[in-house]
């Protein structure tokens, strides 16, 4: 609505809404892959498939079926829609008797430009490709923010043998015969990977009494 009646037009309003949305996925994105390698391997690494580089993901996209496509569509919708009803519409519906009986109105930026049909779109281009260097150079930092944080909340709650890794002092042995790809050492294994040594370290995780009201006060610690 501001880029519209800042002169961006329709284009400009909807080139807005496009990079606030995606600037929300790829948070989402970057957090939720940085947790996988956080957590116990049994907890996210069989669901969360890990980032991988893909010159060829056109291909990819092509050679994979139309079922399959409409699976991770519907996946994709219902998480990021949780975590938009979560993270964004709960507290902006909670905020907001509190925010109006201060007389606090919304944040409304004064904006001016020369040309906002070219300005606009320029700036929101700007903003998105920064987005994506930041978020490349900061994502182990998240990750660190993630570990500290669950290495300090777990032992309150008794999650760290549900939640966290614990390492033996050997790797168990690997299966023979088994030819498949090994996974990198800084990662958990994937579908039809091998797991690594590291990840053959890892002890099973145990689960303690009324996990669901732990992991529910976790959360909402």
Known sequence: AAA????????GACLARWVLGITFMLAVTVAVLQLRERLHPAALAGRVRPHEPRPDLLATLLAESATLHAKRLATSFAIYGALLVALVYAPAAAASPVLAYLDVGPF?????Y????????LEL????????????????????????????????????????PRFAEDPYPEVEGDDRDRAPDDRWAWSDERPSARERRVMPRETPPRVGARLAALLVL
Request: glycine content about 8%; charged content about 15%.
């Open 4 to 11: 519209s009646a800042a002169g961006g037009g329709a284009a």
């Open 108 to 112: 409304r930026p004064r904006l001016a």
């Open 125 to 164: 281009l700007c903003f998105h490709l920064a987005l994506l260097t930041l978020l490349e150079r900061l994502k182990r930092r998240v990750g660190d923010a993630q570990a500290a944080f669950l290495a300090a909340a777990c032992p309150v709650f008794g999650l760290e043998a549900y939640l966290l």
């Open 114 to 121: 020369a040309a906002p049909a070219a300005q606009i779109p």
